[in-house]
């Protein structure tokens, strides 16, 4: 295999090495099952809970009211859930947007189907929600809003703590999935008034298929899993002990290196951009322009009169991973929902590339797609026979 270059991570991340040797060194020693009450289990446990203290660290929360999950999908969805089961028993709705992430998007239409009422708010082409909007949606029944906090798509930011401020103005529980924003911006339910978060460890460099979830002490729980007593009664299944303690080392060195890391991230995301705009014509930009409001290492671009699909297979060809919209819709050729509530044109939208920068980029790797993107997209120009 010749030069490879990872600009995906918003997919997902490859571990940190403090990740694989911690959780490579627990591995054969600490198998217990950390319900076990001898030592075996104990050491488990004591595992499960370090954990649980750094992310609460990293949350700005109380260990007690983090529970964990196998991702974002399966918090996002308890957390529906808990509504739902609110809304059956004394009515009411829920609020969310018209971008959130597929475990959210599906879960609506899924609720909408058992007869809950949903209404999502529209966003703006800069990819953020239409503040004015979310504030014609809002009534006294509300029970849930749910807003994300960084859209994996555009890197878009959302004003999280000024909608929760408004949900709780009208006596509403706050969501937000804050999946993507996790180790690139400070993120604190203390701060941000939240009633729930949602979060995932593949996201910020710890294993995959194991996750997160805030609930704020007080706030309604229901458990999606029913069966044993794990997590006081609120996620049944034998612990994912490795996985946790491999979360719980990511989350400590992702509240570390996040003033560092952003800064990294949005200076080779710029010099992307840049490079971009002033080698290839007929390009646009989607999503978030300014630093506060972006995702540092998110950038999502529409090359006009080409196929996103054909971009990618190119610059796999050339060793670099990149994404058509998001990563998760891959496998059907539908353009992206995202960038489609944004407003933007459908042959763009068709056209759209997402590089996603992470921990393990370098500037080198930037200057290198800046090369090797350009002659790239004037040959499939070429070959389109649009152009
Ligand atoms: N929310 C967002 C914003 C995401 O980007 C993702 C991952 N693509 C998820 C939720 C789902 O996370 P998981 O893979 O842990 O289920």
Same mark, same amino acid.
């Given at each position: 295999?010749?030069?490879?270059?990872?600009?995906?991570?918003?997919?997902?991340?490859?571990?940190? &090495?403090?990740?694989?040797?911690?959780?490579?060194?627990?591995?054969?020693?600490?198998?217990?099952?950390?319900? $076990?009450?001898? #030592?075996?289990?104990?050491?488990?446990?004591?595992?499960?809970? /370090?954990?649980?203290?750094?992310?609460?660290?990293?949350?700005?929360?109380?260990?007690? /009211?983090?529970?964990?999950?196998?991702?974002?999908?399966?918090?996002?969805?308890?957390?529906?859930?808990?509504?739902?089961?609110?809304?059956?028993? %004394?009515?009411?709705?829920?609020?969310?947007?018209?971008?959130?992430?597929? $475990?959210?998007? /599906?879960?609506?239409?899924?609720?909408?189907?058992?007869?809950?009422?949903?209404?999502?708010?529209?966003?703006?082409?800069?990819?953020?929600?239409?503040?004015?909007?979310?504030? %014609?949606?809002?009534?006294?029944?509300?029970?849930?809003?749910? =807003? *994300?906090?960084?859209?994996? /798509?555009?890197?878009? @930011?959302? &004003?999280?703590?000024?909608?929760?401020?408004?949900?709780?103005?009208?006596?509403? *529980? *706050?969501? #937000?999935?804050?999946?993507?924003?996790?180790?690139?911006?400070?993120?604190?339910?203390?701060?941000?008034?939240?009633?729930?978060?949602?979060? $995932?460890?593949?996201?910020?460099?710890?294993?995959?298929?194991?996750?997160?979830?805030?609930?704020?002490?007080?706030?309604?729980?229901?458990?999606?899993?029913?069966?044993?007593?794990?997590?006081?009664?609120?996620?049944?299944?034998?612990?994912?002990?490795?996985?946790?303690?491999?979360?719980?080392?990511?989350?400590?060195?992702?509240?570390?290196?996040?003033?560092?890391?952003?800064?990294?991230?949005?200076?080779?995301?710029?010099?992307?951009?840049?490079?971009?705009?002033?080698?290839?014509?007929?390009?646009?930009?989607?999503?978030?322009?300014?630093?506060?409001?972006?995702?540092?290492?998110?950038?999502?671009?529409?090359?006009?009169?080409?196929?996103?699909?054909?971009?990618?297979?190119?610059?796999?060809?050339?060793?670099?991973?990149?994404?058509?919209?998001?990563?998760?819709?891959?496998?059907?050729?539908?353009?992206?929902?995202?960038?489609?509530?944004?407003?933007?044109?459908?042959?763009?939208?068709?056209?759209? @590339?997402?590089? $996603?920068?992470?921990?393990?980029?370098? *500037?080198?790797? =930037?200057?290198?797609?800046?090369?090797?993107?350009?002659?790239?997209?004037?040959?499939?120009?070429?070959?389109?026979?649009?152009?």
């Amino acid at each position: 295999m010749g030069r490879m270059i990872y600009l995906d991570n918003n997919a997902t991340t490859q571990m940190a &090495p403090e990740v694989i040797k911690a959780i490579s060194e627990a591995e054969p020693v600490v198998y217990g099952n950390a319900s $076990s009450m001898h #030592t075996f289990g104990r050491e488990a446990q004591r595992l499960v809970e /370090e954990a649980r203290g750094n992310v609460a660290e990293l949350l700005d929360c109380q260990p007690s /009211e983090i529970t964990f999950t196998s991702g974002a999908s399966e918090t996002n969805n308890t957390v529906f859930m808990i509504a739902k089961s609110i809304i059956d028993r %004394k009515g009411g709705r829920i609020v969310t947007t018209t971008i959130e992430h597929p $475990s959210i998007i /599906e879960t609506v239409k899924y609720l909408r189907k058992q007869g809950i009422h949903v209404d999502q708010a529209p966003v703006s082409a800069d990819g953020r929600v239409r503040m004015d909007e979310l504030e %014609k949606l809002m009534g006294p029944d509300v029970v849930l809003v749910s =807003v *994300m906090t960084g859209n994996n /798509e555009t890197g878009a @930011i959302q &004003p999280i703590k000024e909608i929760s401020a408004l949900a709780h103005r009208f006596g509403a *529980m *706050m969501h #937000t999935d804050a999946t993507q924003a996790i180790g690139k911006m400070q993120v604190s339910c203390k701060d941000w008034d939240l009633d729930y978060l949602s979060c $995932s460890g593949h996201k910020f460099y710890g294993p995959k298929g194991v996750g997160v979830m805030y609930a704020r002490k007080g706030r309604p729980f229901e458990p999606l899993v029913h069966g044993g007593e794990q997590e006081h009664g609120r996620r049944a299944g034998t612990y994912n002990t490795i996985a946790i303690y491999g979360l719980g080392v990511a989350a400590k060195l992702a509240k570390e290196n996040i003033a560092e890391e952003s800064h990294r991230l949005w200076a080779m995301r710029e010099r992307l951009r840049e490079g971009i705009l002033a080698n290839v014509p007929n390009v646009v930009v989607n999503g978030c322009k300014e630093r506060e409001n972006c995702l540092p290492g998110t950038l999502d671009v529409s090359f006009e009169n080409v196929e996103g699909e054909s971009i990618l297979l190119m610059l796999d060809m050339a060793g670099i991973a990149v994404s058509t919209g998001s990563a998760c819709a891959t496998g059907s050729l539908e353009p992206s929902y995202v960038l489609l509530a944004g407003g933007l044109d459908i042959e763009l939208a068709h056209g759209s @590339i997402r590089f $996603s920068l992470g921990r393990f980029n370098t *500037m080198e790797d =930037v200057d290198y797609v800046i090369e090797v993107l350009p002659p790239i997209i004037r040959r499939l120009r070429q070959l389109s026979t649009r152009g």
